[in-house]
């Protein structure tokens, strides 16, 4: 039989290939973790920034205000609202994050917009376990405060209390609330291209919001890719879907002394674009 030279290559090369992925596979089989997470990430109470607010909470009120964007009977009051929501059982295998440190690291992360990875060197949490402890305590903030701090006006009269706050504050008659969005720079997500590119020139999700005199919300609307503009946004919210059919029992214009039409009121970029 005549040898065929590059047959008998093809033939060595693989075998080869094959010896070498047999001793990949077992070297990785045969490699055993020495540990199941990082020291000083088991050690948050003394390497994390626990230690300095608790200085800041006894000592500097107005630093520990400036760390998480409110005063500590806020934060305390929020806790007690969150924990039954956040807190976690600990296992055999760990001691659970408390709910403490679960709140305090998700106020952070909203009030720097920080990376994960940046987060974890100050709260002593990996950023797999902030991946979730920032959305589950983000939805429990949601479930206990959207009753009592977004409120909607469902009748008249709520309506007729907002506009007497415009009147008394700002001399705006007859005006329901105050209009205007938010475009919230983001990483966007792998292979989504100019979906999320804004007008202004960088990646963003946009919230819209409708507020009170007292700065209050009464509306909010959030996650619109950022590429639509505010009164693009606008138009495709229930709040405009309710004022366009006018079922948002709005007063009459007969209801107020000046006679004027019931408004809100938005900047010249919003109402632009929707007439």
């Excluded at 202004?200 to 919001?209: D, E, K, M, P, Q």
């Amino acid at each position: 039989m005549l040898r065929n030279p590059r047959r008998e290559r093809a033939v060595y090369g693989l075998g080869v290939l094959a010896v070498t992925l047999a001793r990949s596979r077992n070297s990785r089989s045969s490699r055993s973790r020495s540990i199941w997470a990082k020291t000083w990430l088991l050690n948050r109470d003394q390497f994390s920034h626990m230690p300095l607010l608790r200085e800041l909470q006894e000592n500097n009120p107005n630093d520990y205000r400036n760390y998480l964007r409110m005063k500590d009977s806020c934060f305390q009051q929020l806790l007690s609202l969150l924990s039954p929501y956040i807190m976690k059982q600990d296992t055999c295998m760990r001691a659970a994050i408390p709910a403490e440190q679960s709140l305090i690291a998700t106020l952070r992360y909203l009030a720097t917009g920080r990376s994960l990875q940046d987060i974890k060197f100050t709260t002593g949490i990996s950023p797999q376990a902030l991946g979730v402890i920032i959305p589950e305590t983000c939805s429990a903030i949601i479930q206990v405060l959207q009753k009592d701090y977004i409120r909607f006006p469902s009748n008249t009269q709520q309506w007729q209390d907002v506009v007497a706050q415009f009147d008394n504050l700002w001399n705006i008659p007859n005006c329901g609330g105050a209009i205007d969005g938010k475009h919230v720079r983001i990483v966007p997500p792998p292979h989504s291209g100019s979906y999320y590119f804004n007008y202004i020139g960088f990646c963003s999700i946009v919230l819209l919001a409708v507020v009170s005199a007292n700065y209050e919300f009464l509306y909010v609307y959030v996650g619109m890719n950022g590429r639509h503009s505010d009164g693009g946004v606008l138009m495709r919210t229930e709040f405009y879907d309710h004022l366009q059919k006018g079922t948002l029992h709005l007063p009459n214009a007969q209801d107020n002394i000046e006679g004027l039409h019931f408004v809100f009121v938005a900047d010249d970029f919003l109402w632009g674009n929707i007439f």
